[in-house]
């Protein structure tokens, strides 16, 4: 099913990173305060390209230095879309700025900046540990192709999805980028990567449950939640 809404509507499926937040957000403004959101805006998406591109630099520098280390190409090619595809998304109507939605959505999405690139334990082939990405990347892209343009990382209401991934998990998003990080983590494994790991998959959970929490007040959402029963995880989560 794919219903559509007006942005004024109550959404009845997610889409913001994975949810489009509704309620306790702010609306468009207009005059100065318009001006000042979208050079909010623009500044928010040149300091990503840039954080992504300082990353990325670093893990090619190290594939160079070891070019049968697949998963940091692979790791490269996750971040670059799940930031660059942010830089394109349209601009939302209502936002969430809260600070726990803030702090949860950015540390969620840059928790990258703080992985240890440099060799770690391997707890399996780097073969296997790049075709787990390789699987979470095409379910990425399968989640993103759902959204369309509606893929944000604040919890911001863009529209309304319930197509394609959003048939099976709630947040199939979450799902992809928890393949991804699991095939690079036993690959390159130590204690940084493992707690920078571990916040994050915390993070994605309070975010989880915050974008549903705001959103389970509208009973069209509701109904989804009867119709779609896991998460992110079928069976599990």
Same mark, same amino acid.
């Given at each position: 099913?794919?219903?559509?809404?007006?942005?004024?509507?109550?959404?009845?499926?997610?889409?913001?990173?994975?949810?489009?937040?509704?309620?306790?957000?702010?609306? !468009?403004?207009?005059?100065?305060?318009? /001006?000042?959101?979208?050079?909010?805006?623009?500044?928010?998406?040149?300091?990503?390209?840039?954080?992504?591109?300082?990353?990325?630099?670093?893990?090619?520098?190290?594939?160079?230095?070891? &070019?049968?280390? %697949?998963?940091?190409?692979?790791? +490269?090619?996750?971040?670059?879309? !799940?930031?660059?595809?942010?830089?394109? !998304?349209?601009? &939302?109507?209502?936002?969430?700025?809260?600070?726990?939605?803030?702090?949860?959505?950015?540390?969620?999405?840059?928790?990258?900046?703080?992985?240890?690139?440099?060799?770690?334990?391997?707890?399996? &082939?780097?073969?296997?540990?790049?075709?787990?990405?390789?699987?979470?990347?095409?379910?990425?892209?399968?989640?993103? +192709?759902?959204?369309?343009?509606?893929?944000?990382? /604040?919890?911001?209401?863009?529209?309304?999805?319930?197509?394609?991934?959003?048939?099976?998990?709630?947040?199939?998003?979450?799902?992809?980028?928890?393949?991804?990080? %699991?095939?690079?983590?036993?690959?390159?494994?130590?204690?940084?990567?493992? /707690? +920078?790991?571990?916040?994050?998959?915390?993070?994605?959970?309070?975010?989880?449950?915050?974008?549903?929490?705001?959103?389970?007040?509208?009973?069209?959402?509701?109904?989804?939640?009867?119709? +779609?029963?896991?998460?992110?995880?079928?069976?599990?989560?």
């Amino acid at each position: 099913m794919e219903p559509t809404t007006s942005l004024q509507d109550p959404p009845s499926a997610v889409s913001t990173h994975d949810a489009s937040a509704a309620g306790a957000v702010s609306g !468009a403004p207009s005059g100065a305060g318009g /001006l000042r959101q979208a050079l909010v805006e623009v500044a928010a998406r040149v300091c990503a390209a840039a954080m992504l591109s300082l990353f990325a630099y670093a893990a090619l520098m190290q594939w160079r230095a070891a &070019p049968t280390r %697949i998963t940091l190409l692979l790791l +490269v090619v996750t971040e670059s879309f !799940a930031v660059g595809l942010s830089l394109f !998304a349209r601009v &939302p109507v209502k936002r969430d700025w809260r600070p726990l939605a803030f702090i949860c959505s950015m540390g969620g999405t840059y928790y990258f900046l703080a992985v240890r690139l440099a060799p770690g334990m391997q707890l399996i &082939p780097e073969t296997v540990g790049a075709g787990l990405q390789l699987l979470g990347i095409c379910w990425q892209m399968f989640a993103k +192709v759902s959204l369309r343009r509606s893929f944000g990382i /604040l919890p911001a209401n863009r529209g309304v999805v319930s197509r394609g991934a959003y048939r099976f998990v709630r947040h199939p998003m979450y799902l992809g980028y928890f393949i991804t990080n %699991i095939g690079f983590l036993l690959v390159n494994f130590g204690w940084q990567n493992m /707690l +920078v790991y571990g916040c994050q998959f915390a993070l994605q959970v309070v975010r989880i449950l915050r974008e549903e929490r705001l959103l389970s007040a509208d009973p069209e959402y509701r109904s989804y939640l009867h119709r +779609v029963r896991y998460r992110v995880i079928p069976g599990v989560f």
